[in-house]
């Protein structure tokens, strides 16, 4: 038994020293704000009063350390606590007792908090409190669920968001914007066009048959970023300079838009760079801006908003870029900025396809 346990205790999930730091601070702020705000919404009761119970402290342990867990979020901590105080209660006074009464109380909590989407582990802890009841808490009855449990679960997820807000974090949770589709009928971002879909997420999780302490728009989003950085990993070699266009049509600032449109037009370019006289890069123009400005000078509607890249960067930099839809390319220069080549998205795509039929060549190897 110990042995097999022994793999899973020798691999824990990464943490980094700053989240351990944060959580127990977080923690230690969060409970003795509670305790101390409980204590003067009471009325300054005696130190003996339950105003913090046992439970809240496995809250703080959700609210401080794994802030993004769905058993975290504020409706699980309050709605979970107090509905299992509630169950607690009655169990309490349905079968007072009985030998039974504690793991009934804890199995029903679970049911309930599950049937009411607010399951938070520590409302089995609430719920065998409140079902093997002393003296001082079956004198308090039904109220016990809304103080100290109510009081103090709503005081600590207060005191999450305060936290939270303070260090930079997002308490309640929100799943990453890229995850996301807010508009169901419109299209998803390129970058998530490609790979597994929300089906396929869907379809193993339901496969997966266990209950996972994260969300699924947590998960979809962080697949992609693992499906990105193998992506990155594959084509961190190829660079460049290795599949740059070198033969650039570029345009002169002191030319007239009127020329330069013709002659991107004689290339049949939506875009070219604008470059002084010794090839130093100033930016980008666009056929519409010279289309609508043709007795003035192309330096007039230059966009110098152009994204630059060595010869030595890796293309997987510019995978996120050019996939995007906002950036058609990238210019290639020199540290003193002077052009050197171009890669559009035709380029990279021409260099993904070659590798892919690679790629799949070794594979029936």
């Known amino acids: 038994m110990i042995a097999r346990l022994l793999p899973t205790l020798s691999r824990p999930t990464p943490a980094r020293w700053l989240d351990i730091g944060r959580g127990g601070l977080g923690a230690l702020l969060g409970l003795l704000a509670a305790g101390l705000l409980a204590r003067m919404i009471a009325g300054g009761a005696p130190l003996t009063s339950p105003l913090l119970i046992a439970p809240i402290g496995a809250s703080a342990v959700l609210v401080f350390a794994v802030p993004a867990s769905p058993l975290a979020q504020p409706h699980s901590v309050v709605f979970g606590n107090v509905l299992s105080a509630l169950v607690g209660i009655a169990c309490a006074q349905l079968f007072h007792g ?22 938070h582990p520590p409302g089995g802890a609430v719920a065998l409190i409140c079902a093997l009841a002393g003296p001082e808490l079956t004198k308090a009855g039904w109220m016990f669920a809304l103080t100290p449990v109510g009081l103090d679960s709503l005081l600590l997820v207060i005191a999450g968001m305060a936290f939270h807000r303070v260090t930079g974090h997002t308490y309640p949770h929100r799943a990453p914007v890229a995850a996301i589709n807010p508009h169901k009928t419109s299209d998803a971002p390129p970058g998530a066009r490609a790979g597994f879909t929300t089906g396929d997420l869907d379809a193993a999780l339901a496969q997966y048959g266990e209950l996972l302490d994260v969300s699924r728009d947590d998960l979809d989003a962080l697949f992609r970023q693992v499906e990105l950085r193998a992506h990155q990993r594959l084509h961190a070699q190829i660079l460049c300079g290795d599949i740059m266009s070198v033969d650039v049509i570029a345009v002169d600032p002191q030319q007239t838009c009127e020329s330069a449109l013709l002659y991107m037009q004689e290339h049949d370019l939506r875009t070219a760079p604008v470059v002084d006289a010794d090839r130093k890069v100033l930016g980008l123009v666009r056929r519409a801006e010279l289309q609508a400005n043709r007795r003035r000078k192309v330096e007039t509607v230059i966009d110098p908003f152009v994204h630059r890249v ?4 890796p293309i997987q930099a510019l995978l996120p870029l050019l996939s995007s839809g906002a950036v058609h390319e990238a210019v290639v220069v020199d540290a003193d900025r002077t052009l050197k080549g171009i890669v559009t998205q035709t380029d990279l795509l021409a260099v993904l396809y070659r590798a892919h039929v690679v790629e799949a060549m070794a594979g029936q190897g």
């Not at 009985?98 to 399951?119: D, E, T």
């Not at 060595?310 to 960067?313: G, I």
Request: charged content about 10%; proline content about 8%.
């Open 310 to 313: 060595r010869e030595t960067t």
């Open 98 to 119: 009985a030998p039974f009464v504690g793991p009934l109380a804890v199995g029903v909590a679970i049911a309930a908090m599950s049937l009411a989407g607010c399951l």
